[in-house]
């Protein structure tokens, strides 16, 4: 609503200072710095875009092939990555007896972009961000169920699992 211009416009500006000492995360992760410059340029300049940017004009970026959508992924998927590694210990427990390391798994089951994301990501990438996830899904007996990313935090987006796919829900 129009009483949340001003919160928006302050979330907004926390997030790009999250994106742009991201960066230095990564590359303390073990990162290149190759690697991760472009994807940070485009996700950076993205977020510096968007005040001026029509949410038409945004979801051509975003959907257009070959566009920013691929590098924006590819650039979220490094900063999940570079947190899941950067809190090894905590995340280690989740990973499961398939892996041999964070290390591995961030190689099989976070980075690449065709690869679906599963809670431990999720998790990795809200706290990341500090933006709050509510994922809305309906439980074996059909009834709906809610669960908030991280635990507490009050959600800015919500989701709609169905499995194997994330839909964003709009507020009407």
Not at 147 to 157: I, K, L, T
Request: glycine content about 8%; overall charge negative; aromatic content about 8%.
């Amino acid at each position: 609503g129009s009483g949340s211009a001003g919160g928006g416009c302050a979330e907004l500006r926390r997030i790009r200072t999250v994106a742009k000492d991201s960066k230095a995360a990564l590359l303390k992760v073990g990162f290149e710095e190759i690697v991760v410059d472009s994807f940070w340029e485009t996700f950076c300049e993205l977020l510096d875009n968007l005040p001026e940017t029509s949410p038409r004009r945004l979801h051509e970026l975003m959907t257009e092939e070959g566009n920013n959508v691929t590098s924006v992924v590819w650039f979220l998927r490094m900063l999940t990555s570079g947190r899941i590694k950067a809190h090894a210990d905590r995340f280690a427990p989740f990973i499961g007896d398939d892996f041999a390391d964070v290390e591995r798994f961030c190689q099989v089951e976070v980075e690449p972009v065709n690869v679906e994301c599963d809670q431990v990501q999720i998790i990795a990438l809200t706290e990341a961000l500090g933006v709050a996830v509510a994922i809305e899904y309906l439980d074996a007996s059909g009834a709906p169920s809610r669960v908030v990313f991280p635990d507490g935090g009050e959600p800015s987006v919500t989701l709609l699992y169905r499995p194997g796919h994330y839909d964003i829900l709009y507020d009407r």
